[in-house]
């Protein structure tokens, strides 16, 4: 056989290699993505869930003005898994829903505050305490009424 049936033997031979560890590299990010994804859907599915049972209580507590007894949606996963690199690994659809759940149960736990200040703090004093309650009543209702198909949305999807 002569030489240059072998260099082409090793152009074909690194070209191989080079395919194979661009390949290897591509596979070992998405296992690392899905591993990501896995790990924050580990940490948020039962405070989701958690979430989904006060969400009822939030509903007929706003409708009796019963504030004070109203327990606020929990955050502390989504703020854990939010500040590390563990949202990567999500599907867009996915982590769009996440988002936006997030953002209404801050929301809901934003206004919850501002009616508890309207009830009872400086807030309370105002000429116009009544009007701006019942705006953030509303606005509270919205916000959980709109939680809860979201919630239960990410809570029967599967990675």
């Known amino acids: ?4 049936f072998w260099i082409i033997i ?3 031979g690194a070209v191989l290699a080079t395919w194979g560890n661009i390949q290897y590299n591509r596979s070992r ?3 690392s ?3 990501m994804a896995n790990q ?3 940490l948020l599915r039962p405070e989701l869930q958690r979430n989904l049972k006060i969400l009822p209580e939030q509903q007929k507590l706003a409708q009796n003005n019963s504030y004070n007894l109203t327990p606020p949606f929990e955050i502390e996963a989504w703020s854990t898994v939010s500040k590390s690199n563990l949202l990567m690994g999500l599907p867009n659809n996915y982590l769009s829903e996440l988002m936006q759940a997030y953002y209404l149960m801050n929301q809901a736990n934003t206004l919850h ?3 508890i200040e309207s009830l009872h703090g400086v807030a309370s004093a105002l000429q116009n305490a009544e ?3 019942t705006k953030l009543n509303n606005d509270f209702r919205v916000a959980v009424r709109d939680t809860k198909p979201i919630l239960e949305s ?3 999807k599967k990675l």
Request: no cysteine.
């Open 113 to 115: 505050s501002q009616i």
């Open 40 to 42: 924050a859907v580990a």
């Open 154 to 156: 990410l809570l029967n």
């Open 29 to 31: 990010e998405a296992e």
């Open 10 to 12: 090793i152009i074909l």
């Open 33 to 35: 993505k899905n591993e």
């Open 131 to 133: 009007e701006n309650r």
């Open 1 to 4: 056989m002569n030489s240059n």
